[in-house]
């Protein structure tokens, strides 16, 4: 190939500029666009610009890292998930970014909850458990029945409550042993037992 032939006009800047500064279209005669890549760049912005919408600015990425769109921070690949269906392989948020996406995600598709909900009810409590007073609140309780959600506890207290399976006759009996007041329920006829007053 000639080196004339080798540079090719843009119709948009008017300016030579070798075949790799284009983009591929099979549609025209010599399968390459009629604008260099930075003119079609250029273009699209004031295109979506006018249509109102906002345009990522593109930013330079060493190699074996990926910026993350919510943090907006360029971070090594090890600090990345791997997605065998994205383009480049990698997820598309960063580990820490792409957790707290999945949790809010989680308390609005399980409890209804909104993250500034969530935040507001941990800070009616303090951001302490309500039932032990010392750990940090961070466990939704809900009804298992009408799926109210409760409060936030501490992993323990949560644990425990499912343990009661959220009776609260049984809690009031273990209130009552753990107080001191031990006694045993007197077997009346087979299956039936008269607890103790």
Known sequence: MTEAAALRCCSRCKEQLPRSAFASNRSMPDGLQAYCRECSA????QRQEAKGKKVREKIAVPPGHKRCPQCEVVKPHA???RNKS???GWSSYCRECRAE???ISYF???YGLASAELDA???EQLGICCICLAAPAEHVDHCHETGRVRGVLCFSCNAALGQFKDRPDVMRRAATYLEG???KPTL???GVYRLPS
């Open 42 to 45: 250029e273009y699209y912005r």
């Open 79 to 81: 600090d990345w998930e």
């Open 86 to 88: 994205s383009a480049d």
């Open 101 to 103: 996406r999945n949790r």
């Open 108 to 110: 609005k598709r399980k």
């Open 121 to 123: 009810l941990i800070a």
């Open 181 to 183: 007041n031990a006694w």
């Open 188 to 190: 009346v006829a087979p």
